[in-house]
């Protein structure tokens, strides 16, 4: 079995988090994981990316639920 690119894993994150937060719209979904995504060029150690990319993206999309009305 071929292991996923980084890419491909943050594709499938930006996928699951547009379905966990369905007020949002989708580009806005997809923004936000991008943006947090590209907080982390350049940067040497690749392995928890993903993993500090869904935390970020989630808290940031769960702010944005909390703000509306």
Excluded at 11 to 23: C, D, G, K, T
Excluded at 47 to 66: K, M, W
Aim: net charge negative; charged share 25%; proline share 6%.
């Amino acid at each position: 079995m071929a292991a996923l690119t980084e890419e491909q894993i943050i594709e499938q994150l930006s996928s699951r988090l547009a379905v966990a937060y369905p007020h949002i719209q989708q580009e806005q979904v997809s923004r936000t994981v991008s943006e947090e995504y590209g907080r982390f060029d350049g940067r040497p150690i690749r392995d928890f990316i993903p993993l500090f990319v869904e935390r970020h993206a989630t808290r940031r999309l769960s702010q944005l639920v909390s703000e509306t009305p």
